[in-house]
């Protein structure tokens, strides 16, 4: 089971930029699918980014589709969400996981991290 740790989150402007980073240890980080989710306050976790064990092939959640984008780093054991454009809406705590593979928006792992909080004023 992989272990991971969400950070870069922050507050910022609407319209503003922000880097988060997951950084993950155990077993052959570059064999999992990654993803990004979030959960906005008062309501429960949802899909954002996935993204293939090589860093090819790149999907989103059509709310964040051509504002985000998610990359890794293998080298890093990293997972990064590139957030351009942000809405008040992007506002949420967000994780990271490994990705189902029959499932693609669905997280694989049953463990969580702290999650890094995005808050996004108007």
């Known amino acids: 089971q992989v272990q991971l740790a969400e950070s870069g989150g922050g507050s910022v402007q609407a319209g503003g930029s922000l880097r988060l980073s997951c950084s993950a240890s155990?077993?052959?980080?570059?064999?999992?699918?990654m993803g990004w989710f979030r959960q906005p306050p008062g309501k429960g976790r949802e899909f954002v980014a996935g993204i293939s064990e090589s860093g090819g092939s790149p999907y989103y959640a059509d709310s964040v589709k051509g504002r985000f984008t998610i990359s890794r780093d293998n080298a890093k054991s990293t997972v990064y969400l590139q957030m351009n454009s942000v809405k008040p809406e992007d506002t949420a705590v967000y994780y990271c996981?490994?990705?189902?593979?029959?499932?693609?928006?669905?997280?694989?792992?049953?463990?969580w991290g702290q999650g890094t909080q995005v808050t996004v004023s108007s």
């Open positions: 155990g077993r052959s980080f570059s064999d999992y699918r």
């Open positions: 996981n490994t990705m189902s593979i029959l499932y693609p928006t669905r997280a694989s792992g049953s463990k």
